[in-house]
């Protein structure tokens, strides 16, 4: 059967591109990746995954900062 993995991840702030990351098939079967940033106002974080077989998967959370 052959490898099923994420070849692109994308993180958007509020629909703009802030970083990307290209994968392949030898990165490890559950790989962790980390991603820091400043939040700089209230928010809708997206990451979009895109594998190998051509399936795209978005993930989407609105983020909310509250300054003391």
């Known amino acids: ?3 099923h993995f994420i070849n692109d991840i994308e993180f958007k702030w509020n629909g703009k591109v802030f970083t990307k990351i290209t994968g392949w098939e030898t990165i490890s079967a559950n790989p962790f990746y980390e ?15 895109k594998d190998n077989k051509g399936e795209i998967t978005t993930k989407t959370k609105i ?6």
């Open 1 to 3: 059967q052959p490898a």
């Open 35 to 49: 991603v820091k940033f400043k939040v700089p106002e209230k928010g809708k974080l997206s990451v979009t995954f």
């Open 63 to 68: 983020i909310i900062y509250i300054i003391f």
